[in-house]
């Protein structure tokens, strides 16, 4: 049986990290994308070509598209949405024109993943990405001052929150505000603070059920246009798997993602599984999820992180944490198992070490957060032995 396929991001030619550095780390798969483009524009069989033709002259191969952003009036269905869907499903066209069949997206309103602190050292010296419940809530209610916002923290955490911005300097004041609203490593977007009242303010009548159907509605629209194409669509879940700014998240819990999943019943419409936003929720079971939703995911993320009872949460090293790695990773091999015994054609599931911590000579470099060369190599280097080891525990 094939292993995984391993891969690593890549963010394109302005990354520090290029693809002679991610060739050395054994990874055959590349997971980029044409970042360049403006959100909702047609990605050009040209553009998507001069790309793929890039990362073929080092010996490597495009194997997912990570992400093919979607529009915002997509998701709030104001202003000229439906040419945006027409030209999502232009791009995907395009893609599989290219040969190029795995595209990873996320229906997050406004924000995409969220952090509080780039740079929060652990015991070791490493330094990792870290959410901080009263540091965003500091954000939210002081900072940002959202009209609504009081309702969303106890007086406890208000509390809290007061304190911890009257702590802080401007220059921590303007970081915080960077690292939450200028957009972190992947995010399509960012905002002033004058921006992102506007935005949340396209919300303002958009509650889960809203949303939830105006992503139905793009999955009918462009699921039959991915198939045509070869393409499979592959959702992420949100980052983290709850509310933020008041706004809501349909793909948070396995409920979420089984209705996703059920809107079209269609192999193309399909899963990420990131084992890190969802690990993040402790009512998640990551295994059971995995072993209900296996066959419709086509993409891995791979990552731990470590939560505590206040709902701040860090990331943790790839085999520890709240993850129970080994027996996600033996449930991957048992879905391989499962296509392989069905004749199916999607055995090499494509993973990558999500998220990797700051470390050795990489803490003196300026790397996307989260994406440092090392981090992420001993994160794969990690996670292959594992996979190594459950296949030869399973006699594979």
């Avoid at 449930?331 to 599931?349: C, F, G, P, T, Y």
Wanted: proline residues 5%; hydrophobic residues 40%; negative net charge.
């Amino acid at each position: 049986m094939p292993q995984l396929e391993a891969t690593l991001r890549w963010y394109g030619p302005s990354d520090v990290i290029t693809l002679k550095s991610i060739k050395q780390t054994g990874a055959t798969g590349i997971v980029t994308a044409l970042h360049h483009l403006a959100n909702g524009a047609v990605w050009s069989i040209s553009e998507i070509a001069k790309r793929k033709q890039i990362i073929e002259a080092e010996g490597l191969r495009w194997s997912v598209v990570e992400s093919v952003p979607v529009h915002e009036a997509i998701k709030t269905h104001i202003g000229d949405f439906e040419r945006y869907i027409t030209n999502y499903g232009e791009t995907l066209k395009n893609l599989g024109a290219c040969g190029i069949t795995t595209v990873c997206y996320n229906f997050m309103p406004v924000l995409d993943w969220t952090r509080t602190n780039l740079n929060y050292e652990l015991p070791t010296g490493v330094t990792a990405l870290r959410f901080d419940k009263i540091a965003f809530a500091a954000f939210d209610l002081y900072i940002l001052k959202r009209s609504s916002a009081l309702q969303d923290y106890t007086p406890v955490e208000q509390e809290e929150a007061k304190k911890y911005i009257t702590a802080c300097t401007p220059v921590e004041i303007e970081e915080l505000t960077q690292t939450i609203l200028a957009g972190l490593p992947g995010s399509e977007e960012g905002y002033t603070l004058d921006d992102f009242h506007h935005k949340l303010e396209e919300y303002t009548a958009i509650d889960h059920k809203e949303l939830q159907a105006h992503l139905f509605y793009f999955l009918q629209k462009v699921v039959p246009v991915a198939a045509s194409a070869g393409v499979k669509l592959c959702i992420h879940p949100d980052d983290p798997p709850f509310s933020l700014f008041g706004l809501p998240r349909i793909v948070s819990t396995q409920t979420d993602i089984a209705a996703i999943l059920n809107a079209v019943p269609d192999i193309h419409n399909g899963l990420t599984f990131c084992t890190g936003s969802l690990g993040v929720r402790e009512d998640n079971d990551l295994v059971a999820m995995l072993k209900a939703l296996g066959s419709r995911i086509h993409f891995l993320h791979l990552r731990s992180t470590q939560r505590d009872a206040y709902g701040n949460f860090y990331e943790a090293d790839h085999l520890s944490g709240d993850v129970p790695m080994y027996e996600v990773l033996k449930a991957v091999i048992e879905e391989q198992q499962r296509r392989l015994a069905n004749n199916l054609s999607d055995i090499q599931i494509p993973f990558r070490p999500d998220h990797g911590h700051k470390m050795l000579d990489d803490q003196d470099k300026h790397t996307n957060p989260g994406y440092t060369a090392i981090g992420r190599l001993k994160g794969l280097a990690a996670l292959q032995g594992l996979e190594l080891g459950i296949r030869k525990s399973l006699g594979l």
